[in-house]
């Protein structure tokens, strides 16, 4: 068994326009690395919180990582204490999935503590205690694609069913990241409880348009399918010049572009030699909205959360 041991959790994109808390995908150029300590002390302590965001709770109960792990000790029953260090490099409230980043990356690690290794599918349940205390509810469609890697689809929450799906090696991811904050909370309270059953029927082909073009390879029917009817319409309004960015990405090639979980940030799939332009574009797109940006590319590479440092 280690002592000690450091995990990075990719950042990802929950919903990936067609599938609202069932898809998400990772996106490794960003993402959370804790390391975990064992120490004599039963429980969880945070010994330290740095990175991009330095202020969020030390209690192991208030903390995505502290209440993964801490819901690790208590249901293995373990016989000794695990100390994190947490460092975010994932800005909150981004929409990228920075909360279930350092809860997987927080059980990522704990679990190269243990005497026998946990099954992902076992760390997932835990990180998700600890993604609740983050939003208030029980969603997975960031953190299984942080802990899986790729295009992940989920189906359930008692008891989750995990398939990763294909993605043409082609496509490219490009994520800009307006300097502005949106909770998920928030982003989810303006939502309308009753929809259109046109729509329903709209976005419904639309996913299964979209997982079947993964499936096979099919480019026009990824960028035919790749629009999301139901909640984009009503948050696009809480990110300024979002309809200038998406338009900008369309122009310049994109296959599709939405908003990345509740936002801000937006997401836009295209093929590689289109990346660069499109995220140049959508950049502009946001200075012209007095909106300064950050803006990475990335492929969609299928590992997920993993050790980088001991293990």
């Not at 990175?51 to 995505?64: Q, S």
């Not at 609740?132 to 953190?143: M, Q």
């Not at 299964?208 to 009817?229: M, N, P, Y």
Request: with cysteine.
């Amino acid at each position: 068994m280690k002592n000690s041991a450091t995990a990075f959790a990719p950042a990802s994109i929950g919903n990936v326009a067609v599938g609202f808390d069932v898809l998400g995908h990772s996106f490794q150029t960003i993402g959370d690395r804790v390391t975990a300590r064992r120490i004599a002390e039963p429980g969880v302590r945070i010994a330290s919180i740095g990175g991009l965001v330095c202020d969020l709770p030390r209690e192991p109960e208030k903390n995505t990582a502290g209440m993964a792990v801490l819901s690790m000790v208590r249901d293995l029953k373990l016989d000794f204490g695990i100390e994190l260090e947490i460092e975010k490099g994932i800005p909150l409230g981004s929409g990228l999935g920075g909360s279930a980043a350092s809860a997987v990356a927080g059980v990522v690690a704990a679990n190269a503590l243990l005497p026998k290794s946990l099954t992902k599918l076992e760390l997932l349940k835990f990180a998700m205690k600890g993604e609740e205390v983050a939003s208030g509810s029980v969603h997975v469609d960031n953190i299984a694609p942080s802990l899986f890697g790729g295009l992940v689809l989920t189906v359930g929450i008692d008891n989750p069913n995990v398939k990763q799906i294909p993605v043409p090696p082609s496509v490219r991811c490009v994520l800009v990241h307006p300097h502005m904050t949106l909770s998920t909370r928030a982003a989810r309270e303006i939502l309308n409880r009753s929809i259109d059953l046109s729509n329903v029927i709209w976005q419904s082909a639309n996913l299964a348009g979209f997982l079947t073009g993964c499936f096979t390879g099919d480019l026009r029917l990824i960028r035919e399918s790749l629009e999301d009817v139901i909640i984009e319409p009503q948050r696009k309004v809480l990110i300024p010049g979002f309809q200038a960015v998406k338009d900008a990405a369309l122009k310049h090639g994109a296959l599709g572009c939405s908003i990345s979980g509740a936002g801000p940030t937006v997401f836009a799939w295209c093929e590689e030699p289109q990346a660069t332009a499109i995220r140049d574009a959508m950049v502009a797109a946001f200075a012209a909205y007095k909106l300064d940006s950050d803006a990475w590319i990335s492929t969609l590479d299928p590992s997920g959360a993993r050790i980088v440092d001991g293990g």
